[in-house]
Structure formats: C-alpha cells, structure tokens
C-alpha cells in the first residue's frame, strides 16, 4: 500500500509564504507525477501545480509566478513553495501522485489527507 503524508499548512498574512511538503513511502517502483490540488469550501478540487517525472512543470494560472513545485526523485517527496499568497489561496491541499507499484504496471493514482492553508488578509 501506498501512503502520502503531507505537512506544511496553517496559518499566514497576506504576503507571506509556506512551504508544503509531501511524502510517498510504501510499495514503490516508480513515481510519474506528483503535484498539488486544493479545494476551497463550496468550490470543486482544481490542480496548482505538477511535476512530471525529470523536471516538466505546470501551474495554474492563479499561482503562475508566486509558486514552485519541486521534486526530490531520491525520497519520493514533492514541494511547493507559496510566495506571495493571498486570501484566495485559502483551501485544503491534497498532494496527488500517480505511482508505478511494480514493472510492469499501469500507474495507479494516489491522494493525501490534506493540509489546511488559510491566508487573512
């Protein structure tokens, strides 16, 4: 079985900045994609930013410029680092990662608990 621990929420000003981690342990052959969702109350789950396997990255327009996802391939451990932030960015992140379980396998899709990031203004 496959587990994503994540770490980093809580509490900023306007401004300010906070890093969220996420970690992958488990069964493991291989890691595709990692990236980030956030879900605010009332809205549906919409992607942040991934990080494909190697170095390809997206971002939603709303982050572009204030956050960076990046990836520790070694330790299975994907980071993103919010500057800038701003009430709207209040949500739940979920960390998401597609996993290869074995060789031969498809990717199967994995979800975090969720952190809790809450930006006042």
């Known amino acids: 079985q496959v587990q994503l621990v994540e770490s980093g929420g809580g509490l900023v000003q306007a401004g300010g900045s906070l890093r969220l981690s996420c970690a992958a342990s488990g069964s493991i052959f291989g890691i595709n994609l990692m990236g980030w969702y956030r879900q605010a109350p009332g809205k549906q789950r919409e992607l942040v930013a991934r990080i494909i396997s190697g170095s390809t990255t997206n971002y939603a327009d709303s982050v572009k410029g204030r956050f960076t996802i990046s990836r520790d391939n070694a330790n299975n451990t994907v980071f993103l680092q919010m500057n800038s932030l701003k009430p709207e960015d209040t949500a739940v992140y979920y960390c998401?990662?597609?996993?290869?379980?074995?060789?031969?396998?498809?990717?199967?899709?994995?979800w975090g608990q969720g952190t809790q990031v809450t930006v006042s203004s």
């Open positions: 998401n990662a597609q996993v290869i379980l074995w060789r031969w396998s498809s990717p199967s899709e994995y």
